[in-house]
C-alpha cells in the first residue's frame, strides 16, 4: 500500500529528501511521516488531515516541509539543516478513511560527521 524511497547518510546541516508513493491516495483521514530513533518511541514529524491542517513536530519545524503531490499518489518530506538527532528511521503513515492505517517499510537516515 505505501512504498518509500529516500533516505541516505549526511553530515549535519545536509538535506534529504524521502518520498513515499500511496496507493488510493485520495482515502484518507491523515498522511504523515513518522520517524523513531534507536531505542526511543515512533514519533510524528509532520502530518496532513483531510481538513488540510498542517502540523509539524517543534523539533523539526522551519526545516522540515510536508509536500503531497496527489497527481503522483506522493508525499514528500523534504528535510534541511539536518541535524544528528534527527537519525532514524522514517516511516510515512496513512490513516485511512475507513479507520484503518498503513505504514510504509522504513527508511534509514543517518546524520554524522
Known amino acids: 500500500q505505501l512504498l518509500q524511497f529516500g533516505g541516505g547518510s549526511v553530515p549535519p546541516g545536509g538535506s534529504l529528501t524521502l518520498s513515499c508513493v500511496i496507493n488510493?491516495?485520495?482515502?484518507?483521514?491523515?498522511l504523515g511521516w513518522w520517524r523513531q530513533a534507536p531505542g526511543e518511541r515512533r514519533e510524528e514529524v509532520a502530518s496532513l488531515n483531510n481538513r488540510g491542517t498542517l502540523r509539524y513536530a517543534n523539533s523539526v519545524k522551519g526545516r522540515f516541509t510536508f509536500r503531497p503531490e496527489g497527481a503522483k499518489s506522493m508525499i514528500l518530506l523534504e528535510m534541511t539543516d539536518l541535524k544528528v538527532e534527527d537519525t532514524g528511521v522514517y516511516f510515512c503513515?496513512?490513516?485511512?478513511?475507513?479507520?484503518?492505517?498503513?505504514w510504509g517499510q522504513g527508511t534509514q537516515v543517518t546524520i554524522s560527521s
Open positions: 503513515h496513512r490513516m485511512r478513511d475507513d479507520g484503518g492505517e498503513d
Open positions: 488510493g491516495i485520495d482515502r484518507f483521514y491523515s
